[in-house]
């Protein structure tokens, strides 16, 4: 018998105000997280803390929604690859979850598409009743730039 994930919304936001986290779900084994905005050296500690109570709490197999991140610099990186290695390590995964494009080319540049376990395909998106719900709103996106 799987364990059942319990729903949490337990939301963090970085010290930079740029970024927040949030835990969608989690039971004795798994989570899944949801990273949105800019992260740099200013919050990575926020991400590690974030990555650090799941591994402590017992939770090897981690997922983290990137969908809505805007921005990611090296010092977050390294926080995603420390914490993919200890959850290796464990017998676990960090798999990241709706990598868009950038932060694809990003990890590519990096050399970190063949360490880090990826998926385009957001976690938030593969439930159907929110995927519905999602359709329902127009999306309107802006064609300038602010400066």
Same mark, same amino acid.
């Given at each position: 018998m799987t364990p059942r994930? *319990? @729903?949490?919304?337990?939301? $963090?936001i970085s010290a930079s105000g740029r970024?927040? +986290?949030?835990?969608?779900?989690?039971?004795t084994? /798994?989570? =899944?997280a949801r990273v949105v905005g800019e992260w740099d050296l200013a919050n &990575?500690? @926020?991400l590690? @803390? =974030?990555l650090d109570e799941h591994d402590r709490a017992g939770r090897r197999f981690v997922r983290l929604d990137v969908s809505a991140v805007t921005f990611l610099d090296c010092a977050c990186l390294d926080v995603l690859v420390a914490a993919h290695r200890r959850l290796l390590a464990a017998r676990g995964t960090l798999v990241l979850t709706g990598v868009p494009a950038r932060l694809a080319r990003l990890l /590519? +540049?990096?050399g970190l598409d063949g360490v880090l376990l990826t998926t385009s395909v957001s976690d =938030?998106?593969? *439930?159907? *009743? /929110? &995927? @519905?719900?999602r359709a329902r709103k127009p999306v309107v996106r $802006?064609? =300038? /730039?602010p400066a």
């Open positions: 994930i *319990h @729903a949490s919304r337990n939301e $963090s970024g927040s +986290l949030t835990t969608i779900r989690q039971d084994s /798994r989570a =899944l &990575a500690d @926020a590690a @803390a =974030l /590519r +540049l990096a =938030l998106d593969a *439930h159907p *009743h /929110r &995927a @519905a719900a $802006s064609i =300038l /730039r």
